[in-house]
């Protein structure tokens, strides 16, 4: 067995809020040295843990913004996020669905508690991921992916299974269309659950902890709410739950592009920064209403 050795476990940052919606630990990029070329082709990961929101008589969340050159991806573990952005796609995604957005050329979006949520109040948690474009595609027409949870893919395998959100698990395709390889798993593990993982040396690999407790390659113990980070050597590893547990995998080929980027601007240059900038500002990226 060909082992990938584990670089650090990595505890949650203290959490802020994105708008008045979202209160998130921020792991991509972070004070441990997880910066976008690190986790490239995962340039962001934004975790919010459980958190209650009490009932409200208006959505939570955060206004109309704009991305260019990279896809956003949102799990909804507990809670619904309701979106809207400039192409025309949108929609409300539920426990266990996934929002996946190209933003590419230029979009505007706004993404906040669905109706639903916000007016009986709850435990939220979700996961948000900015996910880079090949310099090829980052021009391309935006589009948008509503996975609901039916449509995921499972995998069974001792004592739980894997849902392929996208890329491959043993043979079964995620649900998701990517632009470069990129492999996003949820594996739901009951006590005593194991599964094995196998992908390239050189793919950026991490895990995190949604629920519960786990241990990697049988001897590091990683907690619910923490990061592992393997290093780019190897292509095997294990999990076994300590406890029920719910595991995010991520591992995704780099992209070895140039990285310039800018708030919600993701490219190659700097100059084409200026251009989002100028495109954005000139009304470029369309019309959505806040």
Do not use: C
Request: net charge negative; proline share 6%; hydrophobic share 35%.
């Amino acid at each position: 067995m060909n082992t990938k050795n584990i670089e650090a476990v990595i505890a949650p940052r203290e959490p802020h809020f994105v708008g008045d919606g979202f209160r998130v630990h921020n792991f991509i990029p972070s004070g441990y040295h997880l910066d976008m070329r690190r986790m490239d082709p995962f340039i962001m990961l934004d975790y919010n843990s459980k958190f209650h929101f009490p009932a409200t008589d208006r959505p939570k969340g955060v206004g109309v913004h704009p991305h260019r050159g990279f896809e956003t991806v949102t799990i909804a573990y507990e809670g619904s996020v309701s979106h809207h952005d400039s192409s025309g796609g949108g929609g409300t995604i539920q426990q266990g669905d996934v929002q996946w957005m190209t933003a590419a050329s230029g979009v505007l979006h706004k993404e906040y508690h669905a109706e639903e949520f916000y007016k009986q109040g709850g435990i939220f948690q979700m996961v948000q991921l900015w996910v880079n474009l090949p310099a090829k595609d980052k021009m391309s027409t935006p589009k948008y992916q509503a996975i609901e949870h039916k449509d995921i893919p499972t995998v069974e395998v001792e004592n739980g299974f894997i849902e392929v959100i996208a890329g491959e698990y043993n043979q079964t395709k995620g649900a998701a269309s990517t632009f470069s390889p990129v492999n996003m798993l949820n594996a739901k593990l009951n006590e005593g659950g194991k599964a094995n993982f196998n992908f390239p040396a050189n793919y950026n690999t991490v895990l995190l902890v949604i629920d519960g407790e786990i241990k990697v390659n049988n001897q590091e113990i990683v907690p619910t709410d923490h990061l592992l980070l393997f290093t780019n050597e190897g292509e095997d590893f294990s999990i076994e739950a300590t406890e029920n547990s719910v595991v995010l995998i991520l591992s995704g080929e780099p992209l070895n592009e140039p990285i310039a980027s800018y708030g919600p601007f993701v490219m190659n240059t700097q100059e084409q920064i200026r251009e989002a900038f100028e495109d954005f500002n000139n009304g470029k990226f369309g019309t959505l209403e806040d």
